[in-house]
């Protein structure tokens, strides 16, 4: 049974419509890649999957027992939350926050939960080091390690290894890849990286122009095709 089924959403910000018309599922331990062009509309696709924004037309539906308060997120950093003033250990526990309600305290639940994910990220030694004085991955497997703690049901990622080098980015995308093989965490990912969205994932959506949602085999069908019609034309 799916986790997530989208159904004839229309995307946008008042009445500026960015994408129309989309449709696509996701199932308990997929990994789903969303790619296409800048300015196509996926980073707004994630925010209202969320629920932080309504879609201007369509449906988001979620399977019995979830909601969008299941899901971990993982946003883009902007150069201000880079620099912020807590500690690993504070960052990661925060996580646990959207599903206390109205409960500002922690309960030793919580501190485990958040002892595992550190553990889980391999970043334990860190916790008492201060976020803004970590390099730009060990900050990214700290705020994976406070979405685990928001859920270990679906993780929706937004370009997790953009600005990384070479290495950490390799690093980071099989440590992805561990938590939806080996945990069996749903991942949906945003990526510029189609290449590495072949490898990894095992359902890609392209949106843009043209559309599309399948496997990543059909979607190498996909754009072959499109290749072919690119060529057909000159």
Known sequence: MPQLICKDLSLGYGSQEIQHGLSFEVNSGDYLCI???????????????????KPLSGTIEFSEGLSSRDIGYLPQQTDVQRDFPASVQEIVISGCLGRKGFSPFYNKDDKALAQRSMERM????????CYRELSGGQQQRVLLARALCATQKILLLDEPVAGLDPKVTADMYE???????????????????????????????????ECFFGTKEEYRDFKDGAVKGEDDND
């Open 35 to 53: 790619v296409g062009e800048n300015g196509s509309g996926k980073t707004t696709l994630m925010k209202t999957v969320l629920g932080l924004q």
């Open 122 to 129: 391999n970043i334990l030694d860190l916790k008492k080091r």
């Open 175 to 209: 440590l992805i890849d561990s938590l939806n093989k080996d945990d069996g965490v749903t991942i949906i990912m945003i990526s510029h990286d189609v290449d590495k969205a072949l490898r990894y994932a095992s359902h890609i959506l392209h949106i843009g122009n």
